[in-house]
């Protein structure tokens, strides 16, 4: 089935940099776009941006402009999310998921998040 | 500070029916569909529901969900033990997704 495989947990110190990897599997790599969403402890859900795995194009949120960057390898189908410049508070949990988009009888363009991956711990701790 | 407004709780006993509110504003659920997430802890969010009242294959038809101006439910009917989970709402704003800050469910 589709499936979004992250790497594992990470202990960074402030000021270093971290690198989460989504590996898919089991549909075509370069016809969806791949969100990075992050989660906080005790915190909702905060968007981080996107990747385009066609091509290589990313877009991020105004609040990680300068300190992330997106980026993916095809040949093995995966997607990579580097975050600068830590500070404790990016301590959380980062998923990436892959974005479904679907255009309804009334030419609306509807998008859900599906799957997820399992998320990736990061943790930033002097 | 999410943009989307949960109430960060709720509670049910088994086969009580629940409902978890989702409020927003005329730039993101008054003008696109909404989706809901479950979410275990340790684990993957669930899609549970999309553009807005959909489920996707697997999901029991005992969640649903609806939309009304710029606010959105979902509704839990028949609750069970292992409903208890974090419900997430989520909004595409045309340029970023906006996430509500989640609803803790709890099965009494």
């Known amino acids: 089935q589709v499936q979004l495989v992250q790497s594992g947990a990470e202990v960074k110190k402030p000021g270093a940099s971290v690198t989460v990897s989504c590996k898919a599997s089991a549909y075509t790599f370069t016809t969806f776009y791949i969100h990075w969403v992050r989660q906080a402890p005790g915190q909702g859900l905060e968007w981080m941006g996107w990747i385009n795995p066609n091509g290589g194009g990313a877009y991020y949120a105004q609040k990680f402009q300068g300190r992330v960057t997106m980026t993916r390898d095809t040949s093995i189908t995966t997607a990579y999310m580097e975050l600068n410049r830590l500070r404790s508070d990016d301590t959380a949990v980062y998923y990436c998921?892959?974005?479904?988009?679907?255009?309804?009888?009334?030419?609306?363009?509807?998008?859900?998040?599906?799957?997820w991956g399992q998320g990736t711990l990061v943790t930033v701790s002097s | 500070q999410s943009v989307l407004t949960q109430s960060p709780s709720a509670s049910g006993t088994p086969g009580q029916r629940v409902t978890i509110s989702c409020s927003g504003s005329?730039?993101?659920?008054?003008?696109?569909?909404v989706n809901w997430y479950q979410h275990l802890p340790g684990t993957a969010p669930k899609l549970l529901i999309y553009n807005n009242n959909q489920r996707p294959s697997g999901v029991p038809d005992r969640f649903s969900g609806s939309k009304s101006g710029t606010s959105a439910s979902l509704a839990i009917s028949g609750l069970q033990s292992e409903d208890e989970a974090d419900y997430h709402c989520a909004v595409w704003d045309d340029s970023s997704w906006v996430f509500g800050g989640g609803t803790k469910l709890t099965v009494l």
């Open positions: 998921a892959r974005l479904i988009e679907w255009e309804d009888s009334s030419y609306n363009m509807n998008y859900w998040l599906e799957p």
């Open positions: 005329n730039s993101n659920i008054g003008r696109n569909t």
